[in-house]
């Protein structure tokens, strides 16, 4: 699911979320401790998604995204520009990385 069309005629984006770590180490994985390689794991079934109206709520999008699998959690955040909402990006994290 990367582009998805909403019912106002906005579309979303949705990546894999990379983390700032993992961006700077890139592929190179060695030296990595157990606890290191879970995390990673873990952040594997976590998806950014973009461009999001500031009118969404967590709701809709737990009802569109559960149905490519089980949610952990959804982290909903505002953009804003001055006391103005103007979007919104949310990173959803799912059960199993098949799911994400």
Same mark, same amino acid.
């Given at each position: 699911m990367n582009k998805h069309k909403l019912e106002s005629g906005n579309?979303?984006?949705v990546s894999r979320h990379v983390s700032k770590k993992?961006?700077?180490l890139g592929d190179n994985k060695k030296g990595m401790?157990?606890?290191s390689q879970i995390k990673r794991?873990? #952040?594997n079934s976590n998806v950014y998604?973009? #461009?999001l109206p500031a009118t969404l709520t967590q709701e809709e999008l737990h009802k569109t995204f559960s149905q490519a699998g089980?949610?952990?959690s959804?982290?909903?955040k505002?953009?804003?520009s001055g006391d103005y909402v103007t979007g919104q990006f949310a990173y959803i994290l799912y059960d199993k990385v098949e799911e994400a």
């Open positions: 579309v979303m984006i993992e961006n700077a401790g157990m606890i794991e873990t #952040f998604v973009k #461009f089980t949610i952990i959804i982290n909903l505002q953009m804003k």
